[in-house]
């Protein structure tokens, strides 16, 4: 039984000519979703040795476990970086640029370690229930999150098409947390639980700033749409703020000030000053006993009754 295989065919064959903007035929090879992923997972190795391996890394091994996976991502990452820059200009071959490209991300990787350093600290001094810090590098999801987008961020900065978001996106997929690569993120940065966190790409965010779950920092939904692109739209969170569960901040002309606290739930579109508490008002409440609250039967029918 071919299960009507050649009518499936030929109706998908008329699909692709008729519906346009979803095919890419005839065209270079699009940067691979399978390598990027492989790619961020080879760049935490890289990031935090020992943690990402399945066996155990020897400090006599170390230089040699590195130059090995330097330059296996140095060249799967030039092959990516070359296929995204075809994809946004179909002209020329773009090897040196890419080799350029990944060459210049991988000397940044020290520095990316110095940030990450200060985010594990962070969490490590912020979250009573961290034991340790192998504890907070193992199992938090918001330091992975945040160590995928620090190195995204780099590949963004020197203007690397489409790779960047593709790695944020693979780390959004195995955390439930959204950072845009083009985000600027201080040191001491502290995600706590971390599922539904939205990060915009205009975003910009102090030092030892502390976000629990469900916080959104985005932009407002305007009818320009791609009018806006390359504009701020997202807000700015100053230095040692903290911004509590499922608070949303909204625009890129809000600023919440220094020293700040965001409560729980709070929908903000408006800037807040330094060293301000802003938290929803007073909320009536509703107990009762259920055992003591009567219960009424509907009134019986003929029909019920019969039944």
Known sequence: MDCRQEE???????????????????????????????LCEDLLQVLFPGFYSEDAVSSHDLELMTHELVASIRERLRTEIRRSLRLRDQGGNHH????KMACDFMVLLPEVRKLLQTDVAAAYEGDPAARSYEEIILAYPGLEAIAIQRSAHQLYTLGVPLIPRMMTEWAHGR??????PGAQIGSHFFIDHGT??????????????KLYQGVGLVARSLAQ??????????????????????????GGDTVVGARSTIGANVFLMESVGQDMIYALGDQEHRIRDRKATPVTKSPKTADSDKA
């Not at 346009?20 to 090879?29: E, F, K, M, Q, R």
């Not at 955390?175 to 845009?180: K, L, P, R, Y």
């Not at 749409?225 to 909204?250: C, F, M, S, W």
């Open 196 to 209: 539904g966190v939205v990060i915009g790409e205009t975003c910009s965010i102090g030092t030892r700033v």
């Open 96 to 99: 040196e640029e890419a080799m």
């Open 8 to 38: 499936i065919v030929q109706s998908l064959m008329t699909s692709y000519d008729e519906v346009g903007g979803i095919n890419h035929v005839d065209c270079g090879a699009l940067p691979s979703k399978r390598a990027i992923a492989t």
């Open 225 to 250: 749409g791609q009018a806006l692109a390359g504009k701020k739209r997202h807000p700015t969170i100053e230095d040692n703020v903290t911004i509590y569960a499922g608070a949303t901040i909204v």
């Open 175 to 180: 955390t439930g947390i959204d950072i845009h």
